[in-house]
């Protein structure tokens, strides 16, 4: 089994940077592919940016060039860099993990065995 335990949300003012992290516990060694999703009120999780475990990356459209996925492999952490934030990427933010490489396919929710309970992220304009 493995635990996800997000932090680093808050309220920011539109143009402002947020990190969120993203800790992991339990059977990591197994882990393979990690995500950031988000979900705002009255819409679907969406799929924002994934990492493999060689460090490869992949970025939603609409965050591309403003954030910045990475991993602390000692620290069984993941990250997730903000800049210029706008008040759209106000969403609950989670973090997602799986056995399988991200490989060609990751968007899914359903691809995703072990998620974190949330958290949020406000943009004020």
């Known amino acids: 089994q493995v635990q996800l335990v997000e932090s680093g949300g808050g309220s920011v003012q539109a143009g402002g940077s947020l990190r969120v992290s993203c800790a992991a516990f339990?059977?990591?060694?197994?882990?393979?592919?990690m995500g950031w999703f988000r979900q705002a009120p009255g819409k679907e999780r969406e799929g924002v940016a994934v990492?493999?475990?060689?460090?490869?990356?992949n970025y939603a459209n609409s965050v591309k060039g403003r954030f910045t996925i990475s991993q602390d492999n000692a620290k069984n952490t993941l990250y997730l860099q903000m800049n210029s934030l706008k008040p759209e990427d106000t969403a609950m933010y989670y973090c997602?993990?799986?056995?399988?490489?991200?490989?060609?396919?990751?968007?899914?929710?359903?691809?995703?065995?072990?998620w974190g309970q949330g958290t949020q992220v406000t943009v004020s304009s």
């Open positions: 339990g059977y990591t060694y197994s882990i393979d592919c």
């Open positions: 997602a993990a799986r056995h399988s490489y991200c490989g060609g396919s990751y968007w899914g929710t359903y691809e995703y065995k072990y």
């Open positions: 990492i493999d475990s060689d460090g490869s990356t």
